[in-house]
C-alpha cells in the first residue's frame, strides 16, 4: 500500500499491462485478418473498467467473472474502419448496427448439437435421460426447446438481412445440409435478381516471396552469447517479506479458463494490522500525515475501510485507536538518540524506497532510513509482532544486517512497536 496506488486506477492499470505485455501487437499476429475486431475487444474491456474507482479493481475482476460465469451478453467492440474497408461480424454482435453491403457468410455452417438437458422455460423445468429412463414429459420440452430455438433462430436471420442499407448479398448454397443456417428461412433465390459480376475486373494479386532466411545455428549462438555478456544479472533482496505482517506475493494461477485469477486479501487482524501500521509510519514519515493522535485514528480508520473489501467478519479487524497509540509510540522513538541527530532536509527521516548500493544487489524491504551528511546512519525496520519469538528476533535480525551491509549504514534498529521496544544491530552481530 503505497500513496501512489490511491491514484492508480484499475483502467490505467489494465492499459498499461496492455501496453507492457504486448497485447495488440500479438493479437494482430495471431488472427490476421480479423485483428481489427479482437483489439477493439480490447479497447472494449479497458473502457468497461473505466467507471471502477481507485479500489476497485477486485470488485472489477468479480464482476466481469460473475458475467462470464452467467453467460452475461457483452456488446463486441467498434472497429474504427474507413472508407472501402469490409467488417467482419457475429449476427448477435450486428444488431442495431448497419453497412451500405451486406453479406451473409458461413450459412452453411451445421447447427449446434442439443444438449443432454433441456430446459423448459414454460414451467421452467428440467428434462434429461438417465440410462434407459425417459421422463414422460421429455418429448413436450423437446417439442418447446425445438420450437423456441426455430425462433431464435429466425429472428437472427431477420437481423442479418436488416442490416444493409443498399445492397443485401444472399449466397445460395444448393448442396447446404438441411441441418444448417441455410435452411432454416426459405431464402427465395428464384425471386432474386443474380449479382453481376462481369463488371468487376479482377485485380492481380501481388505475389510478394519471402525473404531468405540468413540464420543459422551458429549465428544464434553467438548472438546468445553476446546477449548474455551484455547482460547484468540483478538479484533483489527482500528479507522482510516473508514475515506475517507483510502482504504475501502470490502467483495468481487460473485455474479455469473462464475464471479471472484473484489474490487473497489479508486474512486476520494481525496481518491487517500490520499492513496498517507500516502505512501510517511510511506517511508521517513523508509528511503525508501530521504528527498528532488524533490525526493517527482517523488515518488508521480510512486504511482499514480501504484494505478490507469484504465486511463479512468486522469484528476480527483491528482497533484504529490502538494503531495510532502503537504508532504514535514508534513516532517519538523517532526522536530518541542517535535517530534524534541524524535527518533530511525536513528534519524527518528518509522513507524507505530501493536503494542500489552495489548493481548486482538491491535491497527493498526496510522501512527507513537516517541520513548523516547525505550517507546511511541508521537503517529502522518496523516489527507488528505482538509476541515474538527469540528465533523470530533472531531472523530479523538477519534481516537487517542484509540491509546494513547493503547500504552501508552503521547501526540498524529493530524496532518491535507493539512491545515498545528497540534491538539495535550492527554489521556482523545479532541484536543486543
Request: hydrophobic fraction near 40%; aromatic fraction near 6%.
Amino acid at each position: 500500500m503505497r500513496a501512489r496506488a490511491r491514484t492508480t486506477t484499475p483502467a490505467l492499470l489494465l492499459a498499461e499491462a496492455a501496453e507492457r505485455l504486448a497485447i495488440r501487437p500479438i493479437l494482430a499476429a495471431r488472427e490476421g485478418d480479423r485483428s481489427a475486431r479482437a483489439a477493439a475487444n480490447v479497447e472494449a474491456f479497458l473502457e468497461r473498467a473505466r467507471p471502477y474507482g481507485v479500489t476497485g479493481l477486485k470488485r472489477f475482476v468479480r464482476d466481469i467473472t460473475k458475467d462470464w460465469k452467467q453467460g452475461v451478453a457483452a456488446s463486441e467492440g467498434r472497429v474504427d474502419a474507413e472508407g472501402d474497408a469490409i467488417e467482419i461480424i457475429t449476427i448477435h454482435s450486428a444488431k442495431g448496427l448497419e453497412w451500405p453491403v451486406v453479406i451473409p457468410i458461413n450459412t452453411a455452417t451445421l447447427l449446434r448439437s442439443r444438449e443432454p438437458f433441456v430446459h423448459r422455460a414454460s414451467d421452467n423445468t428440467l428434462h434429461w435421460v438417465i440410462g434407459d429412463v425417459v421422463p414422460p414429459d421429455l418429448l413436450l420440452a423437446l417439442a418447446s426447446d425445438d420450437e423456441s430455438l426455430a425462433r431464435e433462430r429466425e429472428r437472427l436471420w431477420y437481423v442479418a438481412c436488416t442490416r444493409a442499407r443498399e445492397l443485401l448479398i444472399v449466397p445460395e448454397l444448393p448442396q447446404a445440409e438441411q441441418r444448417s443456417w441455410a435452411r432454416i428461412v426459405h431464402l427465395a433465390h428464384h425471386d432474386l435478381p443474380l449479382l453481376d459480376l462481369s463488371r468487376f475486373a479482377p485485380a492481380a494479386r501481388p505475389v510478394v516471396a519471402d525473404p531468405p532466411n540468413g540464420q543459422t545455428l551458429e549465428i544464434f549462438e553467438a548472438e546468445r552469447a553476446a546477449i548474455a555478456a551484455a547482460s547484468v544479472p540483478l538479484r533483489w533482496l527482500q528479507p522482510s517479506n516473508q514475515d506475517p505482517d507483510r502482504m504475501p506475493v502470490t502467483e495468481a494461477i487460473v485455474i479455469d479458463s473462464g475464471e479471472a485469477p484473484e489474490t487473497e486479501l489479508p486474512i486476520g487482524a494481525g496481518r491487517v494490522r500490520g499492513l496498517v501500521l507500516h502505512k501510517v509510519m511510511e506517511e508521517v514519515l513523508t509528511g503525508e500525515l501530521g504528527e498528532d493522535l488524533a490525526g493517527f485514528a482517523d488515518r488508521a480508520r480510512e486504511l482499514i475501510a480501504e484494505l478490507v473489501i469484504d465486511r463479512e467478519d468486522e469484528a476480527g479487524l483491528p482497533e484504529p485507536d490502538e494503531i495510532a497509540s502503537t504508532a504514535w509510540r514508534t513516532w517519538i522513538f523517532r526522536r530518541s538518540p542517535p535517530c534524534d541527530r541524524v535527518s533530511s532536509q525536513n528534519g524527518r527521516s528518509t522513507p524507505c524506497s530501493p536503494m542500489q548500493a552495489n548493481p548486482q544487489r538491491l535491497p527493498d524491504g526496510f522501512d527507513a532510513v537516517a541520513l548523516d551528511d547525505g550517507r546511511a546512519a541508521v537503517v529502522l525496520d518496523w516489527k507488528s509482532d505482538i509476541a515474538p519469538t527469540q528465533e523470530d528476533m533472531r531472523i530479523h535480525a538477519g534481516q537487517l544486517e542484509d540491509y546494513l551491509r547493503t547500504t552501508g549504514a552503521r547501526r540498524g534498529a529493530l524496532v518491535y512497536m507493539t512491545l515498545g521496544t528497540v534491538r539495535w544491530v550492527q554489521p556482523g552481530d545479532r541484536a543486543d
